[in-house]
T-cell receptor
Framework: GAGVSQSPSNKVTEKGKDVELRCDPI?????LYWYRQSLGQGLEFLIY????????KSGLPSDRFSAERTGGSVSTLTIQRTQQEDSAVYLC????????????FGSGTRLTVV | GENVEQHPSTLSVQEGDSAVIKCTYS??????FPWYKQELGKGPQLIID?????GEKKDQRIAVTLNKTAKHFSLHITETQPEDSAVYFC???????????FGTGTRLTIIP
């Protein structure tokens, strides 16, 4: 597609439920990134994919968070047993190959845990 | 890993005046320095970037300067307009260019 597409744009879930967030990167971009942005805060790195592999998962906050990427394209970020502190905007970005090609971000998924 | 510091955290300027945002980085091997603009409810958008083989780059009213010796780079916006109001983030790649580390952001407000 022309840009990075994320769905849903908004998600309200009850504490303890599982959620899945989807990212569809720009076609041909081999690198894919997930970041988290809490209200009024900066960009917190979560995980990075190169193709279908995740060389760097160092930013995942706990074992309740996981992500996968299939076919070198779509990625899903899963949060199990959601907690109120998981409420944030989850941003996905893709890059042609490496970070120094620049990122293109999606519009994000705003997750609210009630 | 890379550490990026950004100042100021908030900046208000009169419409028509210039705005300058500064960032420092820690990894002397970093070779790429982008700036992103984030408007309310949207994802960050790349507005300008510079590579380490040049000291300055301009694109209409925005420019970025790089001082490799001091490990800092700056965003300059001239003739500011209300639509420049947004949060701006600088970034630098980690060793190996695998991911970007972002500054903490600057909320720029243009006063009409």
């Amino acid at each position: 597609g022309a840009g990075v597409s994320q769905s849903p744009s908004n998600k309200v879930t009850e504490k303890g439920k599982d959620v899945e967030l989807r990212c569809d990167p720009i076609s041909g971009h081999t690198a894919l990134y997930w970041y988290r942005q809490s209200l009024g805060q900066g960009l917190e790195f979560l995980i990075y994919f190169q193709g279908n592999s995740a060389p760097d998962k160092s930013g995942l906050p706990s074992d309740r968070f996981s992500a996968e990427r299939t076919g070198g394209s779509v990625s899903t970020l899963t949060i199990q047993r959601t907690q109120q502190e998981d409420s944030a905007v989850y941003l996905c970005a893709s890059s042609l190959e490496w970070a120094n090609y620049g990122y293109t971000f999606g519009s994000g998924t705003r997750l609210t845990v009630v | 890993g890379e550490n990026v510091e950004q100042h100021p955290s908030t900046l208000s300027v009169q419409e028509g005046d210039s705005a300058v945002i500064k960032c420092t980085y820690s990894d002397s091997a970093s070779n790429y320095f982008p700036w992103y603009k984030q408007e309310l409810g949207k994802g960050p958008q790349l507005i300008i970037d510079i590579r380490s083989n040049v000291g300055e780059k301009k694109d209409q009213r925005i420019a970025v300067t790089l001082n490799k010796t001091a490990k800092h780079f700056s965003l300059h916006i001239t003739e500011t307009q209300p639509e420049d109001s947004a949060v701006y983030f600088c970034a630098a790649p980690n060793f190996g260019n695998e991911k970007l580390t972002f500054g903490t952001g600057t909320r720029l407000t243009i006063i009409p």
